[in-house]
């Protein structure tokens, strides 16, 4: 079984909808969940998350909910949406290191940067942001088929 938990600041958008996305590739073997660094446990995910999620055809039953040593330990590989938020998971998880990557890291695009936060925002920037997070997801399902851990 690998675990995948994707890693964002509040839990309410980035890592809910990659959590959803890469719950719909329905790969055998692979459990996801998804936490925030600075999350309030029981908070809804975004209007406009969930709005991007149901255009794509995504189904989404979130609850916001913070990190805890209980999923970092649940966890194959942490996945962060920032530089910054893998060096606060490492920060608050320093046995972690091994298996805390950026999204993109783990995708192997070196220097792409991070996925942009849409909080707050347009409509447009979530469906951007939901591209960009698909695209990375997608690069990364043939390590998490061949990777059991």
Not at 56 to 72: A, F, N, R, W
Not at 110 to 119: A, E, L, V
Not at 134 to 141: F, G, K, R, S
Request: contains cysteine.
């Amino acid at each position: 079984m690998t675990n995948v938990l994707f890693v964002c600041t509040g839990n309410t958008c980035r890592s809910p909808m990659a959590e959803a996305i890469l719950k719909s590739k329905a790969l055998p073997g692979v459990e996801v969940k998804s936490a925030g660094v600075f999350a309030a446990d029981g908070s809804d995910a975004s209007v406009n998350t969930k709005k991007v999620l149901e255009e794509q055809g995504i189904p989404l039953d979130h609850k916001s909910s913070g990190i805890t040593e209980c999923l970092v330990k649940w966890a194959t590989y942490i996945l962060t949406m920032t530089a910054g938020h893998k060096n606060t998971v490492l920060a608050m998880f320093p046995a972690a290191e091994e298996k805390t990557y950026t999204l993109k890291e783990f995708a192997g695009r070196t220097g792409t940067g991070d996925i942009i936060d849409p909080y707050g925002g347009p409509v447009e920037i979530y469906r951007n942001t939901c591209t960009d997070m698909t695209e990375t997801i997608d690069q990364i399902l043939d390590r998490l088929k061949t990777d059991k851990k």
